[in-house]
């Protein structure tokens, strides 16, 4: 049984080798000759330019973020009361947006 099954093996290697063997053979493609025509040559990449912070427009964008913020203790106490101010969920997520945008800013 055994040898029956190394004759299998040994057949199926074979049948496996051709293929690649065959392969190395085979023509450049036109694409292939037009491709080592041209070297490849890389430019260095672009060093970073760093970016000036605009201290205005931190400076509004942290006194608009203040600003919303002291809101929110009272808009909390009203919906402690039972009332829901319908721009609490606009304020909330405009106070994360300025966050995220001095956030983003600062860490540049």
């Known amino acids: ?3 029956h099954s190394l004759l299998i093996a040994l057949v199926m290697a074979g049948l496996f080798a051709i293929p690649l063997s065959s392969q190395k053979n085979l ?8 491709a080592s025509k041209h070297p ?10 760093p970016q000036k ?7 509004r964008d942290a006194g608009e973020l203040s600003q919303l913020a ?3 203790p009272a808009d909390i106490n009203q919906v ?3 009332k829901l101010p319908k ?3 606009d304020k909330l997520k405009h106070i994360e947006k300025l966050s995220k945008k001095l956030r983003g800013e600062l860490a540049r």
């Open 27 to 34: 023509p450049a493609t036109p694409g292939q000759l037009e």
């Open 53 to 59: 912070l605009d201290a205005a427009q931190l400076r």
């Open 70 to 72: 002291q809101t929110v």
């Open 80 to 82: 402690a009361g039972g």
């Open 40 to 49: 490849l040559a890389l430019e260095p990449p672009l060093e970073p330019q």
């Open 1 to 3: 049984m055994k040898p």
């Open 87 to 89: 721009d609490l969920a």
